[in-house]
């Protein structure tokens, strides 16, 4: 779905997909010189990191395997009620492995603090966040991000994977949802 495909739902267009698949491919590079010679576990956080994690995976020349978790501070509400629940949890054991959480956005900070603490108990060798967006003027907590894409305002964006009541996620491109879309 191409941004005119949905303009009048769209106050902004923050990032076009050109702009959002050469900032994934310099942060490969990044994580590549990181990680040289090693093995890393890319885990994904449904659903939003769906097309992240996807195009960070392929642009990578790194030996990687992949998993997915689903957490939920949102249900379908525009902002993070702070509670985390595990909807799927990993299928695979993290003991020694090098785990690179791959994230779409970052609001509070509140989920992935919960989430790096819960990782971290379970015996990797390390945890590492990467984050196409985040949003420092909304941040709640402090979270160590090894690799962020964009910084972006505190809007409610759309796009890229990120939904508002699950539309809008095969929006290539990211924009800002207009308030008439969620205001009711």
């Known amino acids: 779905m191409q941004p005119c495909d949905v303009a009048a739902d769209l106050s902004e267009i923050l990032l076009t997909?050109?702009?959002?698949?050469?900032?994934?491919a310099e942060m490969c590079r990044e994580i590549e010189r990181d990680y040289a010679g090693e093995e890393l576990l890319l885990v994904g956080v449904l659903k939003g990191a769906v097309m992240v994690m996807a195009d960070l995976a392929r642009e990578l020349t790194l030996p990687i395997t992949m998993d997915w978790m689903a957490v939920s501070s949102y249900g379908s509400s525009t902002q993070s009620s702070?509670?985390?629940?595990?909807?799927?949890d990993l299928d695979t054991a993290l003991e020694g492995r090098k785990v690179l959480i791959v994230e779409d956005i970052i609001?509070?900070?509140?989920?992935?603090s919960w989430l790096l603490e819960n990782l971290k108990s379970r015996g990797p060798a390390s945890v590492e966040v990467c984050a196409l967006l985040r949003k420092p003027e909304?941040?709640?907590?402090?979270?160590?991000v090894r690799y962020v894409g964009f910084e972006i305002p505190n809007a409610f964006v759309v796009g890229y994977g990120l939904d508002y009541?699950?539309?809008?996620r095969n929006l290539r491109g990211?924009?800002?949802?207009a308030p008439h879309v969620y205001e009711h």
């Open 82 to 88: 702070g509670v985390v629940r595990i909807l799927k």
């Open 174 to 177: 990211l924009g800002i949802l």
């Open 138 to 144: 909304a941040a709640t907590v402090e979270v160590d």
């Open 17 to 24: 997909e050109d702009q959002i698949s050469a900032r994934i």
């Open 107 to 112: 609001d509070s900070g509140l989920t992935l």
């Open 165 to 168: 009541a699950e539309k809008y």
